[in-house]
């Protein structure tokens, strides 16, 4: 069974307030934290959101460079966005605010001392593939130098990415999901929704934007019928699809998940 969220909890008044803290104007991984709070009805704030762009680059620097306030001594410096601000805590790194917050907000089964781990080995491998490599089809060379600076070597990195490593993280995905098919519902932990279900929702939908035509011919395949009844199942759970048809939901733009119509040519 899942421990109670934050949400219920927080009646009772013993939570902090949640704080995203990611750059403003995309989704970028700041979505993946951003989910586990939405589909759970946990009030969190985003400075994305609450800010002007500007006011919103500079927090996020001040917590880059050491010189936020939140960031007492008992917190290791973060080095780069996203970060949970939570009480007096500064927790950064995408799988780590997952795996702080997943138990906080009942998206994580507490009848099984083994999903902890079990589950951030899928989410690591997962953001390997869809966020991590996927990233260096358009920055193959250098994270500082603009894809116009690195336009061969990224069409390269592209290919070699839609025909082989796409294949293969979806074909991985696909066998998580056949070894823990023996429960109920398409989940990725036996018959119970976990944040990463969340994750690999997010994997594709922006891997299908970034690279619409390779994704919609591995679909077509039916090899990772599986992985996609997944990504359908968690886009109409009636959280998520509000969240997604709300304007708290951003546009991709320059981020991590990018249109490059030259990548499928
Ligand atoms: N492994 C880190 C990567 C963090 C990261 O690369 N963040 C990007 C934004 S999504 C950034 O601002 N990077 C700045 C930099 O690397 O200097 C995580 O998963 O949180």
Redesign the pocket.
Known sequence: MAPEPDSKRSKTGDSPAYELVY?PGLP??GEFVRLLFEEAQVAYTDTAQDRSPDKTVELVMSHMTGDADAAGKTNPPM????ALVHGDKVV????NIMQYLAPRLGLLPKDDEDAAWKLNQVVLTL?DGFVAELHDTHHPIA?GLAYEEQKPEAKKRAANFVDERLPKFLGWAQRVLDSSSSGAGPWLQCGQFTYADLVLFQCVHGTSFAFPKRMAELRRSGKYDKVFALYEAVGQRPNVKAYMESDRRQEYGNG?WRYYAEFEE
Do not use: D, E, K, N
């Not at 080095?79 to 996203?82: D, L, R, S, V």
């Open positions: 750059w970028g991984r080095f780069a966005p996203p950064s790194q995408t799988p953001l994270v991590i």
